[in-house]
């Protein structure tokens, strides 16, 4: 008579371990974002040091360099100085904790990545940072400039236009952190090419999708809806989308990375 062997029953798996597994990363996406927050909050503190420095005199420095010569800004209503230059202050925090934030970021999701991927994300993380402080400063250098002096230019012949510190500052703080973001894009485009997400080929193929998309947010994103403000966002945009194929071309191939890991 011929035995069967039944195979022994499979344990259900333990919901506490697959709970305490959650919680765990929970518990470290809170702990790097306290690290972010915290990078954010000595940015501040360093921002607004230096904002209110000299009586303010950071924020005479950036209305004399991006502005018309002879224009003064108003406040019309109380603490309008006060509170705008800790926007400014927020903004210079986020700038120099913009590292820290990448950093946290990228450490809460490499974990979960493979060892080809790790290796793209640790190669790329440098050119991040270069890629938003060359931002910044072409915002400081063209695109706040222009846009200031067309805006604070247009019909001053004929009225007195003093803006308010409020849409001084915010404008500024606004189209300066814009520039820095947008500079990531080529890193972006490069990134998701060599990590396998998407084909330079489909890039390149859609590359008048990709010219409408990037003049749809550029309308979105610029203080006014005249064609100069407009332009001076959507240039650089397509010209930084276009860098990204660029770079693409030298990425190192799919199967020559797998192997070598």
């Not at 309008?80 to 925090?93: D, M, P, Q, S, W």
């Not at 820290?100 to 190669?123: D, H, K, S």
Request: charged residues 15%.
């Amino acid at each position: 008579m011929q035995t069967t062997h039944t195979p022994p029953a499979q344990t259900a798996p333990d919901d506490d371990s697959t709970a305490m597994s959650w919680l765990e990363h929970l518990i470290e996406l809170r702990d790097r974002m306290m690290k972010a927050g915290l990078a954010v909050v000595i940015g501040l503190v360093v921002g607004f040091i230096l904002v209110r420095y000299d009586n303010y005199l950071f924020i005479e420095l950036i209305k004399d360099y991006q502005t018309p010569p002879g224009t003064n800004l108003q406040a019309v209503a109380p603490a309008e100085v006060f509170t705008n230059a800790i926007k400014v202050a927020l903004g210079l925090g986020l700038a120099l904790a913009m590292p820290v934030i990448v950093y946290q970021l990228l450490a809460f999701i490499v974990p979960g990545l493979t060892t080809r991927e790790r290796r793209i994300i640790f190669a790329v993380l440098p050119f991040i940072t270069l890629c938003f402080v060359s931002g910044l400063a072409f915002g400081w250098f063209v695109t706040v400039p222009a846009a200031l002096n067309f805006l604070l230019s247009e019909g001053a012949g004929r009225f007195r236009i003093e803006p308010t510190v409020e849409f001084f500052l915010s404008l500024f703080t606004r189209l300066m952190l814009l520039n820095g973001v947008l500079f990531e894009m080529p890193v972006v485009v490069y990134s998701l090419i060599w990590l396998g997400a998407v084909e330079r080929k489909t890039l390149a193929k859609y590359r008048r999708y990709s010219i409408l998309v990037i003049t749809v947010i550029a309308a979105i994103v610029t203080p006014t809806s005249d064609p100069i403000n407009l332009a001076l966002v959507a240039v650089p945009m397509y010209l930084l989308y276009e860098l990204g194929l660029l770079l693409a071309l030298i990425a190192p191939r799919r199967k020559t990375i797998v192997a070598g890991s």
